[in-house]
């Protein structure tokens, strides 16, 4: 059932109350998440998104009783990905030659997915739709956070639809950002822009400062998915400012993966260590095998520096260790330290490893990290303990 958001618009997408991984197993979602669509009714129609694809069938029986299909006078796409466009092979079947704006590397992507040569309306930013009292201008977004991405702004109601950009992965029964949690809605924000925006914070600050130059007032930020913002709902815009800006809190997290314990032990060592000479500071611990990889990652961004750690295994590292780095090095994090530890039985290649990976990974790696044989003794807990103390007085 559709849910009012103004006179003119209203909310047809869906709350996906057990959704718990998304992008694949990519990306956790403790929280679910909501795939937004909205119906503008002016002197045109306009339907701006759908929803995802295993909800195309219900998402267009709920459009049916919203609206006769046939009233439909445009269709934005914002962006073609799965998620906000799987209902439109089902739409299209009942309303074929219906227009679809989007950009030119939208069409490539709805193409790309569902091989339909369907009425596509290429757009750029700037241009307009006149749909009556009001408009419609449409602001190209790349990657924000596909090539296709794009806002639409709607005059007159003073409504920005932001696509990806502002949400959250985030199921909750109100649609607006002032009548849900507010911690809630936070952390999924920062985990939202932490795992998936990161790499392309210069892009971001660009796009945002050029939409803010047009000086158009924003009454409503209504996303793709989370919540609606409309109370004060330039504080995301503000967020995303900070955030895109080599962002980092008075943080230092630890994440290791451990075979027999004395790599946790370290680790708990060097905090400890940490703390002593600075308890003002967040020092966060993370068994990299026994936490959720994307909770860690939204750890590592809000991070001044990390340090990992892993034991020596086949002249390697443990599979968590080797597969968070890899994460860590694909979301290009900046201003960030770190520094490498680990224990070791035979060859100890780890700490030497996991240094090569956090350089390539942009990190300003400040030493060769520390290593010990076997379990640690108290020698090599005191070791450990300095180490901390050490690495903190260089950050």
């Known amino acids: ?43 045109k129609t306009v ?20 609206i006769n299909l046939n009233e439909i006078d445009y269709i934005v796409m914002n962006h073609g990905e799965i998620d906000h466009s799987g209902a439109l092979v089902e739409l299209m079947k009942e309303i074929p030659d219906t227009p679809i704006y989007c950009t030119s590397n939208g069409v490539k992507s709805l ?15 700037g241009d307009e739709l006149d749909i009556g009292n009001s408009k419609l201008i449409f602001v190209e977004a790349r990657m924000l956070h596909w090539p296709d991405s794009m806002f639409t702004y709607m005059t007159g109601e ?14 909750t029964e109100h649609l607006f950002n002032d009548l849900a949690d507010q911690n809630e ?41 989370g919540v609606i913002w409309r109370d004060n709902p330039t504080q995301i815009i503000e967020k995303y400012m900070e955030w895109a800006n080599a962002y980092q809190e008075n943080q230092i997290t630890l994440l290791y993966d451990t075979m027999w314990e ?51 295994v086949n002249k390697g590292l443990l599979h968590g260790a080797a597969a968070i780095l890899e994460m860590i090095k694909g979301l290009s994090f900046k201003n960030k330290k770190a ?6 039985g035979w060859g100890g290649e780890s700490v030497k490893l996991i240094t090569e990976e956090l350089k390539r990974a942009g990190f300003d790696v400040v030493n060769d990290g520390i290593r010990e044989l076997w379990n640690p003794n108290e020698d090599a807990i005191v070791r450990a303990r300095e180490y901390g103390k050490e690495f903190v007085s260089k950050i």
């Open 339 to 344: 520094a490498a530890f680990g224990c070791y």
């Open 1 to 43: 059932m559709g849910r009012k958001i103004t006179d003119k618009v209203t909310w047809v997408g869906k709350i996906d109350w057990e959704l718990r991984s998304f992008h694949g197993e990519e990306l956790s979602t403790h929280k679910g998440s909501s795939y937004n669509s909205y119906l503008i009714r002016d002197e």
């Open 47 to 66: 339907l701006i998104d759908t929803v995802w694809l295993p909800y195309a069938k219900e998402f267009v029986e709920n459009l049916k009783k919203e």
């Open 262 to 312: 004395g790599t946790r032990r370290l680790a708990e060592a060097i905090a400890e260590g940490i703390k002593s000479v600075d308890d003002r500071i967040t020092v966060k611990l993370y068994n990299i095998s026994r936490s959720d990889k994307n909770d860690i990652l939204t750890e590592v961004f809000k991070s001044k520096a990390i340090l990992v750690g892993s034991p020596t």
């Open 185 to 225: 809605i936070y952390e999924e924000a920062i985990k939202y822009y932490g795992n998936i925006l990161t790499p392309f914070s210069p892009l971001v600050k660009k796009k945002i400062e050029e939409v803010l130059s047009f000086n158009l007032p924003v009454n409503m930020i209504c996303t793709s998915h």
């Open 158 to 171: 003073n409504i920005l639809f932001s696509n990806d950009a502002f949400g959250q992965h985030y199921a």
């Open 111 to 125: 193409k790309g997915h569902y091989h339909q040569d369907w009425n596509f309306v290429e757009v750029k930013t």
